[in-house]
């Protein structure tokens, strides 16, 4: 199976920062990676597909990059509403096997 | 509007049985592949399931394999987990999630709400 690895796991921020997270796997997943978004008893919202392909209705401050088994999701300004946990996902291969989350709070 | 609303979930007892459901609308459901996902209370996400959208192929995570079984009737709009000798580390919300449209990279663009099931003595 392919793992997928965020760091980090938690960080605190405030509205205005930049903020990154990254995943690794732990082989080359081509471009088969995701990002989704999860706020406290809400379902997973996907935000970026493709690794940089803005899913509809994401703002554009948050933006995806990277390549090989390095990948990132960047954050441009944090807004309120952005305080949530951030998940990575490979669909390169079955099992479909997500990253265990980074939780952003408020600093 | 794409919706998935799922149902199912409650308590049982550990090595007990349930079937999950999940209703689709809004999109033309049996041309789609689906999946299951599941999340222990506080804790991350896990995929445990695929299906084909002609049922054709059918995938399952290492941790429930020979326990549960997934399912779809496309004249209902209908996806279904059928999860047998239930254990305590099953406890969890389970979603199902829509695969993207074939030709862009994979993703899950739709999730359900959620129903959760609990395992317990």
């Known amino acids: 199976d392919i793992q997928m690895t965020q760091s980090p796991s938690s960080l605190s921020a405030s509205v205005g920062d930049r903020v990154t997270i990254t995943c690794r796997s732990s082989?080359?997943?081509?471009?088969?990676l995701n990002w989704y978004q999860q706020k406290p008893g809400k379902a997973p919202q996907l935000l970026i597909y493709?690794?940089?392909f803005l899913y509809d209705g994401v703002p554009s401050r948050f933006s995806g990059s990277g390549s090989g088994t390095h990948f990132m999701l960047t954050i441009s300004s944090l807004q309120p509403e952005d305080f949530a946990t951030y998940y990575c996902q490979q669909t390169y291969d079955s099992p479909r096997t997500f990253g265990q989350g980074t939780k952003v709070d408020i600093k | 509007e794409v919706q998935l609303v799922e149902s199912g979930g409650g308590l049982v007892r550990p090595g007990e049985s349930l079937r999950l459901s999940c209703v689709a609308s809004?999109?033309?459901?049996?041309?789609?592949?689906m999946n299951w996902v599941r999340q222990p209370p506080g804790k991350g996400l896990e995929w445990i399931s695929y299906?084909?959208?002609?049922?054709?192929?059918?995938y399952y995570a290492d941790s429930v394999e020979g326990r549960f079984v997934t399912t779809r009737d496309n004249a209902k709009d209908s996806l279904y987990l059928q999860m047998d000798n239930l254990r305590a580390e099953d406890t969890a919300i389970y979603y199902c999630a829509k695969r993207s449209a074939p030709g862009t990279p994979y993703h899950f663009d739709y999730w359900g709400q959620g129903t959760l099931v609990t395992v317990s003595s």
């Open positions: 082989q080359t997943i081509g471009n088969y």
């Open positions: 493709g690794v940089s």
């Open positions: 809004g999109f033309s459901f049996s041309n789609f592949e």
């Open positions: 299906i084909s959208y002609s049922s054709n192929t059918i």
